[in-house]
């Protein structure tokens, strides 16, 4: 069971399937809180980032925001996912984001 804030975005990481995207507001909310600045700062610090895939992390803007391995890099994961890319931005957002099923209490 995770433990620190970051596994804990890991773990939501891992839930992400292939060809959606989240913002880091939605994993900051599925964790309960509003650090959506620490969620950044996790992904940044993501120790396996194709594995644990937090390319698939965007701004709430639908930009493309930063990437460990590059912008470049991220781009080319998104597309080869089937996500169109336009300026740096996810084309049809709202039809790529994924929605975290909620917590059963």
């Known amino acids: 069971m995770p433990s620190t804030f970051n596994e804990k975005c890991y773990e939501l990481l891992m839930q992400i399937p292939k060809g959606k995207v989240v913002t880091y507001g939605d994993i900051a909310h599925a964790l309960g809180t509003k650090a959506y600045q620490a969620v950044g700062n996790a992904m940044g610090a993501n120790p396996n980032p ?28 998104l597309q080869n996912e089937g996500i169109e890319i336009c300026n740096n931005k996810v084309v049809n957002f709202k039809a790529c984001r994924f929605v975290f099923p909620p917590k059963l209490m």
């Open 50 to 77: 194709i594995v644990v895939p937090c390319h698939r992390v965007i701004k709430g803007n639908g930009e493309i925001g930063n990437y460990a391995l590059g912008i470049g890099k991220k781009i080319e994961l």
